[in-house]
């Protein structure tokens, strides 16, 4: 080598170590500026709230239904008051939490809070984007396009089919116990409703028969289940994996994340079909189709060209829907039957009701005369009688206040902000932030929405917040005033504010007609020797203790037939 290309080879050299030691140096700076430098200027430093050690995380304790109904207790009503701060992922990472409706209001109705990039990444990755991970203008024009499908006139068109799917799902439970032999049998409640529910979805949402109900092989529902299942069971690190390093599922893909992508491809597949398959029905023959994704192509095609959603965003939406459709409700029912297990007096009270309130036809048995039937009088008016049955509205509340299937929800700052207060907060240096003044939070800082701590608030609900009450639906407390919802007061599951639910009277009465449908039919009893626990993934699943990790999520009943 010559002395010029000596020196060439010696110069970069050097450049390559000083980009790597910039490099270096940057990356100590931003660690230093993590955990040192920005926490002692962290406005939620100095709210009260548990200690933690330089590395340890408060989200095992604050994400575990199993615990947090007495640690939320614990904390709120003993030791820090509505208002706090948590550790996220050390000591450094202060996340806001409150039970002041006031905190919780101006966060989910600013635009200020948006849900975490990650959150909408991971949903994202599985759902598309839909509804429930969008922001800003976007999700406001989207709202706006899919409102026609969840009218209260909409649901009550679809009310056929969650009276079909009911009695199907009645009619092979009655085979089950009698095919044990006796009146009685024993199996996987959640199971079996994630099928109806999921039956019911393909039908109102997009005139797809799953068939679930009767044959698990369907192609669509078995790409959905399995890769919903690798979900749930993913580890904390695999989910780090997939939003910090998403280059490694593309370039080494390993074997959950192949099956996850075939299982995309199949749905996506499906999906596309469908898609095109209605909008041609209905631009050749203006098709009078109630389901979900026939009122979207029509809400699509009637709004300008330059809004209007491409196949691609048309089919995150139906994904979004699935999801919170299918999954969600199914765990709103099954909770209220594992609930109603537990407590006899109040599922025999609910079954009086319910046999004492005739069809609108009036038919001569008493089995059929019950509402839970269908008959040949219209499904509309049949979903209003069960609508407005008091004691079954009752039930189904109580069950999604003490038992929500989305356990929290968290929003991110987008810039500095100032959130007001009702109640006062008590702060480290003994100052207190007053009624009408504000807490500083700065841009980036989490906050936490406890949705079942917030249901279960004494603050709000009375002593008696954390017991299982449905008449307390008859006589609020002061504190439950209703938010956006009328008459759902304070009833945090839907959510309320920007980002709001937007099929909740499609969740309540569907979950109104299955419940009306089985308990007429059949009484159910906890299985003696197990014990159903909680677990918190994207959604809140039942699981047997001790068999989480050889059976999985699931919640045994024992089922008899009911007699008169």
């Known amino acids: 080598m010559d002395c010029s290309g000596f020196q060439l080879f010696w110069w970069s050299i050097k450049l390559v170590g000083l980009l790597v030691a910039l490099l270096v140096a940057r990356g100590v700076l931003w660690l230093v500026n993590l955990l040192w430098v920005a926490p002692r200027f962290d406005p939620l430093r100095n709210l009260p709230g548990p200690d933690a050690s330089a590395f340890h995380s408060h989200f095992c304790s604050v994400n575990d239904p199993d615990i947090t109904p007495e640690l939320y207790h614990e904390w709120t009503s003993k030791l820090f008051g509505k208002t706090f701060r948590y550790h996220g992922y050390g000591r ?17 109705t600013s635009p200020v809070y948006q849900k975490p990039w990650q959150t909408r990444a991971y949903l994202g990755r599985l759902l598309g984007r839909g509804v429930f991970n969008m922001e800003g203008a976007e999700h406001k024009a989207l709202r706006k396009l899919i409102g026609p499908a969840f009218t209260a006139q909409a649901v009550k068109g679809m009310s056929s089919i969650f009276l079909q799917k009911a009695e199907e799902l009645r009619d092979r439970w009655d085979a089950l116990v009698s095919a044990n032999g006796s009146s009685t049998a024993t199996f996987d409640v959640a199971h079996w409703i994630s099928r109806t529910t999921f039956d019911i979805f393909g039908l109102s949402g997009f005139d797809y028969h799953f068939n679930a109900l009767h ?75 109630k389901d979900i994704l026939s009122l979207l192509i029509k809400s699509n095609l009637s709004t300008e060209p330059s809004n209007r959603l491409s196949d691609t965003e048309l089919l995150d939406q139906l994904s979004s829907f699935l999801f919170a459709g299918s999954d969600t409700t199914a765990l709103a029912i099954t909770w209220c039957l594992h609930i109603l297990s537990h407590h006899p007096e109040i599922q025999s009270r609910l079954r009086a009701e319910l046999l004492s309130s005739p069809t609108p036809d009036t038919v001569t048995s008493s089995k059929r005369n019950s509402i839970c039937s269908v008959s040949s009088t219209s499904s509309v008016m049949q979903a ?78 009375g002593p008696d917040a954390r017991q299982f009450n449905p008449d307390r639906w008859t006589s609020l407390p002061a504190g439950a005033t209703p938010p956006s919802f009328p008459g759902l007061a304070n009833l945090m599951s839907f959510s309320f504010g920007r980002a709001s639910c937007p099929g909740y009277r499609f969740a309540l009465l569907e979950a109104k007609v299955v419940i009306a449908t089985l308990v007429t039919q059949f009484v159910f009893s906890p299985v003696e020797g197990i014990e159903i626990g909680k677990y918190n993934s994207v959604v809140t699943r039942p699981f047997v203790r001790d068999r989480l990790d050889s059976e999985g999520f699931q919640l045994p009943l024992r089922i008899s037939k009911h007699t008169d």
């Open 92 to 108: 450094h990472d202060y996340r806001l939490m409150s039970f002041d409706l006031r905190v919780v209001s101006h966060v989910l």
């Open 215 to 289: 044959d698990e092989s369907e192609e669509v529902y078995s790409a959905y289940r399995r890769m919903f299942n690798i979900s749930d069971k993913a580890t904390h690190l695999r989910v780090l994996k997939q939003l910090y390093l998403p280059i490694v599922e593309r370039i080494w893909p390993d074997r959950d994340d192949k099956i996850t992508q075939q299982c995309l491809k199949t749905i996506r597949d499906c999906g596309t079909g469908l898609i095109q398959a209605k909008r041609e029905t209905y631009m050749n023959e203006k098709s009078d189709d």
């Open 384 to 461: 209003d009688t069960i609508d407005a049955l008091p004691y079954l509205d009752a039930v189904v509340r109580e069950t999604l206040r003490v038992s929500p299937p989305v356990h929290g929800t968290v929003r991110v700052a987008t810039v500095d902000d100032l959130i007001p207060v009702s109640s006062p907060v008590v702060l480290r240096n003994g100052k207190i932030i007053h009624e009408n003044e504000y807490i500083r939070i700065k841009k980036g800082s989490f906050v936490h929405i406890p949705v079942e701590g917030l249901n279960m608030s004494e603050e709000i609900w």
